[in-house]
T-cell receptor, first 115, second 109 residues
Framework: ETGVTQTPRHLVMGMTNKKSLKCEQHLGHNAMYWYKQSAKKPLELMFVYSLEERVENNSVPSRFSPECPNSSHLFLHLHTLQPEDSALYLC??????????????FGEGSRLTVL | LAKTTQPISMDSYEGQEVNITCSHNNIATNDYITWYQQFPSQGPRFIIQGYKTKVTNEVASLFIPADRKSSTLSLPRVSLSDTAVYYCLVGRNDYKLSFGAGTTVTVRA
């Protein structure tokens, strides 16, 4: 238990579906992140939020839409995805945005399969 | 950001010590060296962090020579449950730290 909870753990969706991934952190952190991990590839940083404001969007396609309603919750809204979007989506948090290495706390991930 | 190089994979047997060396020739003065562990279908987990010399915790030891251009993560007496990917990260104050490909450690009975 890392204090970062992701739901659902597994999700299968068609290319025309709309779904959302949810992340909740119970650590009192102010920064939250979405990472993508495809098979045989390193982690890719997707979005960064600090105090509910988006501070980073790493050229992520618009079919991925993040939302951070408060510092404890982070969502990733998915629509019209492609099969190549199938991956493990990881949420992480840190006490503050300018986090030193070692201060990232990850959830267990949501395994997404796009048919 | 300092670039790191580590072996793609390592095999070991239960009870042995596993040493993973990471090269980071262009490490900056203020950079720390951090190792994460990742099990399949889980998020990475912090293992250990150091700046120089030696750091030890209940999980691992981290050896850093004086020139800091490399570091070695040492896992004592590994068990099957230590099979995972281990990432070496170098930097400080930067959430953009690159996890790279990591080292896949496979422990066999």
């Amino acid at each position: 238990e890392t204090g970062v909870t992701q739901t659902p753990r597994h999700l299968v969706m068609g290319m025309t579906n709309k779904k959302s991934l949810k992340c909740e952190q119970h650590l009192g952190h102010n920064a939250m992140y979405w990472y993508k991990q495809s098979a045989k590839k390193p982690l890719e940083l997707m979005f960064v939020y600090s105090l509910e404001e988006r501070v980073e969007n790493n050229s992520v396609p618009s079919r991925f839409s993040p939302e951070c309603p408060n510092s404890s919750h982070l969502f990733l809204h998915l629509h019209t995805l492609q099969p190549e979007d199938s991956a493990l989506y990881l949420c992480a948090s840190s006490l503050r945005l300018v986090a030193e290495a070692g201060e990232l706390f990850f959830g267990e991930g949501s395994r997404l399969t796009v048919l | 950001l300092a670039k790191t190089t580590q072996p793609i994979s390592m095999d070991s047997y239960e009870g042995q010590e596993v040493n993973i060396t990471c090269s980071h020739n262009n490490i900056a003065t203020n950079d720390y060296i951090t190792w994460y562990q990742q099990f399949p279908s889980q998020g990475p987990r912090f293992i250990i962090q150091g700046y120089k010399t030696k750091v030890t915790n209940e999980v691992a030891s981290l050896f850093i020579p004086a020139d800091r251009k490399s570091s070695t993560l040492s896992l004592p007496r590994v068990s099957l449950s230590d099979t995972a990917v281990y990432y070496c990260l170098v930097g400080r104050n930067d959430y953009k730290l690159s996890f790279g490909a990591g080292t896949t450690v496979t422990v066999r009975a």
